[in-house]
C-alpha cells in the first residue's frame, strides 16, 4: 500500500506527523509539507519527502498508484482549492488525483467554528466521496493524555483505511 500524508497549516502538524510515525513499515510513505508547516519537522523519519512546489513528484500522477492519502490538519484554504479543483501546489495536485482514481482521500479540517462557506466545501467533497474527518475524539475511549487522544484520532483514520492499529480503546 502507499500512502500519502500531507500537512497543512501550522497548527496540528504534529497529528499528521504522529500519524505518519505510526503507520506501519510494510507501507509505502510519502510525506508533504506545506511551507507553513516545514518549521515543524524536528527529526528524520523513513519517508520520501516531497516539495510542496514540485507537481512533478512521481505521486502526482494517477499513474504512480498511491493508494490513499491524509491531509492532517487540512486548512480551510487548501480544502477551498480542493474543493474548487484547484491544482496549484503538490498538496492539492495530489488530492486532485485522489479524487479522480476514486482513491480514499481524509481530509482533517482543523478550524473551528466552521463556517457556512467551509461547511459547503465539506460538503461539496463528500459528495464527491472524500472522507471529511476532523479531529475529533469520543469519550468512550476514555483518553487520559494527549497522547492518547491523538492515538485515538490517527486509529479512527487508519480505520477508514483499512490499516489494522491497537491505537485506540474500541467501543466494548
Same mark, same amino acid.
Given at each position: ?11 496540528? #502538524? ?7 510515525? =505510526? ?22 523519519? +523513513?519517508?520520501? #519527502? ?7 513528484? =512521481? ?14 490538519? !487540512? =486548512? ?7 474543493? !474548487?479543483?484547484?491544482?496549484? +501546489?503538490?498538496?492539492?495536485? !495530489?488530492? =486532485? #488525483? ?22 459547503? +466545501?465539506? /460538503? ?5 466521496? #472524500? ?11 476514555? /483518553? /487520559? ?18 490499516? /489494522? +492499529? ?7
Amino acid at each position: 500500500m502507499k500512502i500519502v500524508i500531507a500537512t497543512s497549516g501550522a497548527s496540528g #502538524v504534529n497529528l499528521g506527523l504522529k500519524a505518519l510515525k =505510526s503507520l506501519p513499515d510494510t507501507i509505502e510513505k510519502h510525506f508533504i509539507m506545506t511551507k507553513n508547516s516545514e518549521m515543524v519537522l524536528a527529526k528524520e523519519m +523513513n519517508l520520501t #519527502v516531497h516539495d510542496n512546489e514540485d507537481i512533478s513528484a =512521481s505521486i502526482a500522477s494517477g499513474s504512480y498508484g498511491t493508494d490513499a492519502m491524509i491531509i492532517a490538519p !487540512c =486548512s480551510m484554504n487548501t480544502l477551498a482549492k480542493i474543493a !474548487c479543483g484547484i491544482s496549484d +501546489n503538490l498538496v492539492t495536485r !495530489c488530492a =486532485s #488525483v485522489m479524487i479522480k482514481e476514486h482513491k480514499k482521500l481524509i481530509l482533517a479540517p482543523r478550524e473551528m467554528p466552521f463556517s457556512a462557506i467551509a461547511l459547503e +466545501n465539506m /460538503q461539496k467533497l463528500a459528495t464527491l466521496g #472524500v472522507i471529511i474527518a476532523p479531529p475529533v475524539m469520543a469519550y468512550y475511549s476514555k /483518553q /487520559q493524555t494527549l497522547d492518547d487522544m491523538e492515538n485515538f484520532i490517527i486509529g479512527k483514520w487508519f480505520d477508514l483505511l483499512g490499516i /489494522q +492499529n491497537n491505537l485506540y480503546k474500541r467501543w466494548e
